[in-house]
Antibody, heavy 121, light 108 residues
Framework: QVQLVESGGGVVQPGRSLRLSCAAS????????MNWVRQAPGKGLEWVAV????????YYADSVKGRFTISRDNSKNTVYLQMDGLRVEDTAVYYC??????????????WGQGTLVTVST | EIVMTQSPATLSVSPGERATLSCRAS??????LAWYQQKSGQAPRLLIY???TRATGIPARFSGSGSGTEFTLTISSLQSEDFAVYYC??????????FGGGTKVEIK
């Protein structure tokens, strides 16, 4: 069965860095685009970034552009989110999610359980 | 950026009753819309894509309709496990993918 397992969250001071990982299993990882979506405490969902199946294209939300970098290693079935210059407002649960169904249907058909990132002094 | 607006913010429904949730887009998204369910402490789950197609394993009591700027998610007969927050998301004009603010369906 499809599984996505995030790791790497924690408490970090403003301005510091953190790298999240999402390990995938149960499907052919290299066939699928992957996304990061976050949810601040008590708030709604915010899309963060996407990476194409071959890593050839990457897009970001304006709120993280220039600070976060999405990447993937298809040999390790893992997608990453490098977060630099963290701000208090980046505090959230970060989910990785698979861009499933088809290339034309950018809905997120499988999600990990999330990893909490807290940015605080 | 396309803004997605959901209403109402909270919907109080008795088990067995019908629930109707609305989602409006700031400009046409054709039928490029998905719905998700999120239970407390859990990750979201895909319910509907292409505005009206149920995802794998989703019960028939969930149905989606609409196109353009107005969309509806209907739960025909609410079960106890359906009390959750529901989000719509457009994928017509992206990036960015954008979500609505959510509708919480609570027990009346």
């Amino acid at each position: 069965q499809v599984q996505l397992v995030e790791s790497g969250g924690g408490v970090v001071q403003p301005g510091r860095s953190l790298r999240l990982s999402c390990a995938a299993s149960g499907f052919t990882f290299s066939f699928y685009g992957m996304n990061w979506v976050r949810q601040a405490p008590g708030k709604g969902l915010e899309w963060v970034a996407v990476i194409w199946s071959d890593g050839g294209k990457k897009y970001y939300a304006d709120s993280v552009k220039g600070r976060f970098t999405i990447s993937r290693d298809n040999s390790k079935n893992t997608v990453y989110l490098q977060m630099d210059g963290l701000r208090v407002e980046d505090t959230a649960v970060y989910y990785c999610a698979r861009w499933g169904i088809s290339a034309a249907v950018v809905s997120l058909d499988y999600w990990g359980q999330g990893t909490l990132v807290t940015v605080s002094t | 950026e396309i803004v997605m607006t959901q209403s109402p913010a909270t919907l109080s429904v008795s088990p067995g009753e019908r629930a109707t949730l609305s989602c409006r887009a700031s400009q046409s998204v054709s039928s490029n819309l998905a719905w998700y369910q999120q239970k407390s402490g859990q990750a979201p789950r895909l319910l509907i894509y292409d505005a009206s197609t149920r995802a794998t394993g989703i019960p028939a009591r969930f149905s989606g309709s609409g196109s353009g700027t107005e969309f509806t998610l209907t739960i025909s007969s609410l079960q106890s496990e359906d009390f959750a927050v529901y989000y719509c998301q457009q994928y017509d004009n992206w990036p960015p993918l954008t979500f609505g603010g959510g509708t919480k369906v609570e027990i009346k």
